[in-house]
């Protein structure tokens, strides 16, 4: 079955730096096009980032624009999301998804999420 794997959180301090990492198997990860949402405390889940399935495209959330950059590597079926100039609002749950109708969205896949915690 299908499974999405996240690691790489932690807790950091403010204007800080994390790499989350998204390990994919058992669907056709070079033809999905990959997401990374979050979900604060008392918070809806926000979409934070996408990379299209040929990897040429991205799209960003404003409020991460400039600082996140997602990334893939098809030959280890992993998608990555470098966080830079992290603030406390970026405390979250971060989530990785998966369209596999290379499309994109809605995501059909989804992982168990990852901490990412900013102190001040």
């Known amino acids: 079955q299908v499974q999405l794997v996240e690691s790489g959180g932690g807790l950091v301090q403010a204007g800080g730096s994390l790499r989350l990492s998204c390990a994919a198997s058992g669907l056709t990860f070079s033809r999905s096009t990959m997401a990374w949402f979050r979900q604060g405390p008392g918070k809806d889940r926000d979409f934070v980032a996408a990379?299209?399935?040929?990897?040429?495209?991205?799209l960003y959330a404003d409020s991460v624009k400039g600082r996140f950059t997602i990334s893939r590597d098809n030959a280890k079926n992993t998608v990555y999301l470098q966080m830079n100039s992290l603030k406390p609002e970026d405390t979250a749950v971060y989530y990785c998804?998966?369209?596999?109708?290379?499309?994109?969205?809605?995501?059909?896949?989804w992982g168990q999420g990852t901490q990412v915690t900013v102190s001040s």
């Open positions: 998804a998966a369209d596999s109708r290379a499309s994109w969205g809605p995501y059909d896949y």
């Open positions: 990379i299209y399935w040929t990897g040429g495209r991205t």
